[in-house]
C-alpha cells in the first residue's frame, strides 16, 4: 500500500514522512506502508480549487486505487476546523474512489514542537530547561519563537526534520491539530487510536 503526502512547506519535505512513519510506528508496528516522496506545492495553490485538483489528482495517480493520500499544511491565520473540513470536500469530491484525510496544522507546523518542548531539550542547540509557551498553537510565529531559544537559530529544512525524529508525539497531542494528525493517521489505515491522555 502506498501513502502519497502533500505538504506546502519545504521543510515538510522531509518531515512529513518521518512523521508518518514515527505515528505508524506507535500504532501499528508491523505495518509498513510505501510512504512516497511528498509532493509539495505552495500554500495559496493548495487553498485554490485547480491548484489543489492538481495535486490531489497527481498523488492520486502515484499511490494507486488502494494507496492512501495526506494533505497537510499550516493555517496560519486561517481556522483550522474551517479550512480542513472546506479541502477536504473539495479532495473527496476530486477523487471519491482514494482514502484522502486532510490535516491543517494550527498556526504553523512547528507548534507541535512547542507543544512538546520538554522532550526538546537539548536538543539542536535548545536549552536544557525549555518549557512550552502558555498556548503554543496561539503563537503566531512557532518558527521565530524556537529560533530565539535556540543557539543558532531556527533552519527550517535542517532543524525541522531533526527535530520531528525527536519530539513526544504523545505530549504533542496536547494540541488539537496535532491530536487529528494523529487520529488521522490511524483512520487512514484503519487502526484503532488509543484517546489522547
Known amino acids: 500500500m502506498k501513502v502519497g503526502l502533500i505538504v506546502e512547506g519545504h521543510g515538510e519535505v522531509h518531515s512529513a514522512p518521518l512523521l508518518v512513519r514515527r505515528i505508524l510506528q506507535e500504532l501499528a508496528p508491523a505495518l509498513s506502508p510505501s510512504i512516497l516522496a511528498p509532493h509539495r506545492v505552495s500554500r495559496g495553490q493548495l487553498t485554490k480549487n485547480e491548484g489543489l485538483q492538481h495535486a490531489i489528482e497527481f498523488m492520486a495517480r502515484k499511490v494507486g486505487n488502494d494507496g492512501r493520500i495526506l ?3 499550516d493555517a496560519d491565520d486561517d481556522l483550522p476546523c474551517v479550512l480542513g473540513p472546506r479541502l477536504l470536500a473539495l479532495a473527496r ?4 474512489d482514494r ?20 522532550s526538546l531539550r537539548g536538543r539542536r542547540g535548545l536549552p536544557g530547561d525549555l518549557a512550552p509557551p502558555a498556548a503554543p498553537e496561539a503563537i503566531r510565529d512557532a518558527k521565530g519563537w524556537l529560533s530565539q531559544q535556540m543557539s543558532d537559530g531556527y533552519r527550517e529544512t535542517i532543524d525541522q526534520p531533526a527535530l ?13 491539530s496535532f491530536d487529528k494528525l494523529f487520529r488521522e493517521v490511524g483512520r487512514l489505515f484503519g487502526l484503532s487510536v488509543p484517546p489522547r491522555p
Not at 93 to 96: D, I
Not at 99 to 118: G, H, P, Q
Open 93 to 96: 469530491g476530486f477523487r471519491p
Open 99 to 118: 482514502e484522502i484525510s486532510v490535516v491543517v496544522a494550527k498556526r504553523e507546523y512547528e507548534a507541535w514542537f512547542l507543544t512538546a518542548a520538554e
Open 71 to 73: 494533505l497537510l499544511l
Open 164 to 176: 520531528t525524529s525527536f519530539f513526544d508525539l504523545t505530549a504533542a497531542r496536547r494540541s488539537d
